[in-house]
């Protein structure tokens, strides 16, 4: 068994932590269940799940260890934490906004961002847009962040036309 990491994601969902880590390795390909546990008799005066029911699944997404816990309606998620997927290739961000932008709200999908289906946000950045949007030529950096900000998926072979042109 491999040492767990020092500091790792826990993603609480109310009841449905077994469709979201089934979804998210369906979209990953180098990923894996790694640990299950379950709800007991102990303590269901406070978790109020039937015994059986999943509590915790430990997964692995591209090397990354998350902890996903059925615990109950009382929380959920927000934009202010987001996984952020860095994208070697425009395939590849199209790849990742296809499948994790099934079902979610297009609404949520701007500069990249995007809500998934469960309410996690996630990031699909191309490389090399951090490199466009800091360009030391002010006027090219502005015509990167002006293109990003009118798109949903990051097209960046369209953001590096627009700044060869400025």
């Known amino acids: 068994m491999l040492k767990p990491r020092k500091i ?3 993603l609480w969902f109310d009841t449905n932590a077994e469709e979201a880590v ?6 990953f390909p180098a990923s894996a269940i790694t640990r299950m546990t379950r709800y007991g008799e102990a303590g269901r005066e406070v978790h109020h799940m039937e015994p059986g029911t999943v509590m ?9 260890s998350f902890i996903a816990l059925n615990g109950g309606p009382a929380f959920q998620f927000t934009e202010a934490v987001s996984f952020e997927i860095d994208c070697d290739t ?7 906004w296809e499948r994790l932008t099934v079902g979610s709200d297009p609404a949520s999908q701007r500069c990249g ?15 090399g847009l951090m490199d466009l949007l800091t360009d030391p030529d002010l006027k090219k ?4 962040m002006t293109a990003m900000l009118e798109m949903q998926k990051i097209d960046i072979v369209a953001i590096r ?3 060869a042109q400025a």
């Open 8 to 10: 790792r994601p826990c």
């Open 22 to 27: 089934a979804f998210y390795l369906s979209v």
């Open 56 to 64: 915790t699944i430990e997964f692995e997404l591209e090397g990354e």
């Open 90 to 96: 425009q395939a590849e961000v199209d790849f990742y």
């Open 113 to 127: 961002w995007l809500r998934d289906q469960f309410g996690v946000s996630w990031q699909v950045v191309p490389v």
């Open 141 to 144: 950096a502005q015509v990167a």
């Open 161 to 163: 036309q627009l700044v």
